[in-house]
T-cell receptor, first 112, second 113 residues
Framework: ETGVTQSPTHLIKTRGQQVTLRCSSQSGHNTVSWYQQALGQGPQFIFQYYREEENGRGNFPPRFSGLQFPNYSSELNVNALELDDSALYLC???????????FGPGTRLTVL | GESVGLHLPTLSVQEGDNSIINCAYSNSASDYFIWYKQESGKGPQFIIDIRSNMDKRQGQRVTVLLNKTVKHLSLQIAATQPGDSAVYFCAENAGFGNEKLTFGTGTRLTIIP
């Protein structure tokens, strides 16, 4: 186990709805990265948060947004859900001193 | 653009044999490479990493080789065990410090008992 936790484990939403996914980073880690993993694909970088500020963003539209809290936990928010948003959403925590990213188990989002 | 690809989508290996998983990358600016193992229903698990100033790094039963000339990365797993069955991803980091990892599509390794 990496010490990175995510909630919920599974989630079912319908098109147009909004969703919030949560991630608690490993103790001592101040950086959280979010990835989207479609079935049969590798994870795709969404964005990263470092000390509560966005620190890099991948090729995702603005309806994907995030937050990082003072305790370094993080949220991923997705508005106006589309069918293609169905995927496993992974968060990974790390420190600025080490590139190694520790992944959580993911949240499986299904959009109907 | 950046891309990290794998030569083979599936690989079956007899238990006890060695396995080699290959990966090609296209961004010559990448300076950090990682291999991850992902079991069904779980997040990617770090296996081993290597920086661009090295060409080989060894861990427990695993070795990563980096050939910057041809932009090729490989993961060797020695004496494979049933627990090695998983999808293996290579990933690269071309950002400053701790920014995004670019993953390939993965290779499914199946260990035959």
């Amino acid at each position: 186990e990496t010490g990175v936790t995510q909630s919920p484990t599974h989630l079912i939403k319908t098109r147009g709805q909004q969703v919030t996914l949560r991630c608690s980073s490993q103790s001592g880690h101040n950086t959280v990265s979010w990835y989207q993993q479609a079935l049969g694909q590798g994870p795709q970088f969404i964005f990263q948060y470092y000390r509560e500020e966005e620190n890099g963003r991948g090729n995702f539209p603005p309806r994907f947004s995030g937050l990082q809290f003072p305790n370094y936990s993080s949220e991923l928010n997705v508005n106006a859900l589309e069918l293609d948003d169905s995927a496993l959403y992974l968060c990974a925590s790390s420190t600025e001193a080490n590139n190694e990213q520790f992944f959580g188990p993911g949240t499986r989002l299904t959009v109907l | 653009g950046e891309s990290v690809g794998l030569h083979l989508p599936t690989l079956s290996v007899q238990e006890g044999d060695n396995s080699i998983i290959n990966c090609a990358y296209s961004n010559s600016a990448s300076d950090y490479f990682i291999w991850y193992k992902q079991e069904s229903g779980k997040g990617p698990q770090f296996i081993i990493d290597i920086r661009s100033n090295m060409d080989k790094r060894q861990g427990q039963r695993v070795t990563v080789l980096l050939n910057k000339t041809v932009k090729h990365l490989s993961l060797q797993i020695a004496a494979t065990q049933p627990g090695d069955s998983a999808v293996y991803f290579c990933a690269e980091n071309a950002g400053f410090g701790n920014e995004k990892l670019t993953f390939g599509t993965g290779t499914r390794l199946t260990i035959i008992p």
